[in-house]
Structure formats: C-alpha cells, structure tokens
C-alpha cells in the first residue's frame, strides 16, 4: 500500500523567502506525482502534475521535482507572498490509477 | 463553468440519521470519486465510478453506498450515520491526460462539511 508523507507538517517564513516543500513515497511503482493547493474551507487546485518519466515541471513560480528512485518529490515556490498562504498536498498515482494523498504543508507566508 | 458542484456545503445529524450528499459535473468528464479528508490524514477514496454505470470501492467504503445517476451526477450516502463520518467530503470528476492513459487530472468541488452528533 503506497504511503505519502509530508514534513513539516507547518511552516511559516517571511515574504520574499523561497518555499521548499517535501513529499516522500514508499513505492517508486507511480504513474506520476500531483501537487495540489487547498485554501480554508475550499477544495483543492491542481498546481503541477509530474509524469514518472519526468523529472521536473514548472508553473510560473512554481517547480516540482520528481525523484522515483529515492521516492521523494519537491515543490519550490519561488519569493513567497501572502497569497501563497495555503496548504499544499501532494499525490501520488498508482499504476492501477489510484491517488494517494499526503496530509499536506500548511504554509503561512508572513508580511 | 461551474466545474464541480456539492450539495450541502453543511450537514448535522444525529446518530443513525440517514442523508445522500450529491455531486455534478459539467465538465463531460467520464471518472467521478468521493473522497473524505480528516485532520492531519489525507484525502481517502471513499467510492469512485470509471464511467457511467460503474462504480467501485476505494480505501475506506464501509458505512457508505453511492450511485452513478448519469454522466454528470455521482452520490454519495450514508444509510446510518455515525461519529466517525464525521469529516469533510469531496467529489472530483477527472479526465485523461492527453498521450498518456490512465492518468487523469482531477478537479474538486468545493467540499460539504458533515457532522454526526
């Protein structure tokens, strides 16, 4: 059974501080690797999607690495703002399609 | 474009109280799932549907049944409710990312918060 693990499980820095997020995967066997966003009360965004043949996808100020064989993947957000404030979770794909999810990186981004 | 819809956005009930949480997309997406997210876990699949007219278990179904009405709608009840349901439910409708089969892009509602007293 895959298991998805993120540490810290909080974080606050100072705006202008570069992100670095961390999820780990027991089983390397994934399709790809999903990061997500959640805002209080609301569902969660799709981010960045990284297939298992990739190492790294970038949006933006965002970029996500993937590294199957260590089972770790990193989602770097570039000179953070308030509005980055949100919690971020990971997800890991199966080869039989199913999502397992990480209990997410609250992240506050102090002004 | 609405994406994802839920209804109700809050629930309370009593122990053994029965309820349906609904979900509908208008994306023409073929896969729809339920999720639950608890505190410090993450989201657990619930019950998922492939396509109209399918429907299979995920990690935790017990205590749950759902029903594929169309393409667009997938719900979820709970025949007798207990505490431990008490959480926060998401409905996602996915579609297959071009050039690679199987892997999908999910898109969530925005979550109906439930509360079993």
Known sequence: KQEVTQIPAALSVPEGENLVLNCSFTDSAI??????????GKGLTSLLLIQSSQREQTS???????????????????????????????AATSNDYK????????????? | N???????????????????LQC???????SMYWYRQDPGMGLRLIYYSASEGTTDKGEVPNGYNVSRLNKREFSLRLESAAPSQTSVYF?????????????????FGAGSRLTVL
Not at chain 1, 31 to 40: A, C, E, I, T, V
Not at chain 1, 69 to 78: D, H
Not at chain 2, 3 to 20: A, D, I, N, R
């Open chain 1, 60 to 90: 933006g100020r965002l970029n996500a690495s993937l590294d199957k064989s260590s089972g770790r993947s990193t989602l770097y957000i570039a000179a953070s703002q308030p509005g980055d404030s949100a919690t971020y979770l990971c």
């Open chain 1, 99 to 111: 999502l397992s999810f990480g209990a997410g990186t609250t992240v506050t981004v102090r002004a």
């Open chain 2, 91 to 107: 409905c996602a409708s996915s579609f297959p990312i071009q050039g690679s089969s199987g892997a999908n892009v999910l898109t």
């Open chain 2, 24 to 30: 509908a997309q208008d994306m023409n997406h073929n």
């Open chain 1, 31 to 40: 399709y790809n690797l999903q990061w997500f966003r959640q805002d209080p």
């Open chain 2, 2 to 20: 609405a994406g994802v819809t839920q209804t109700p956005k809050f629930q309370v009930l009593k122990t053994g109280q029965s309820m349906t």
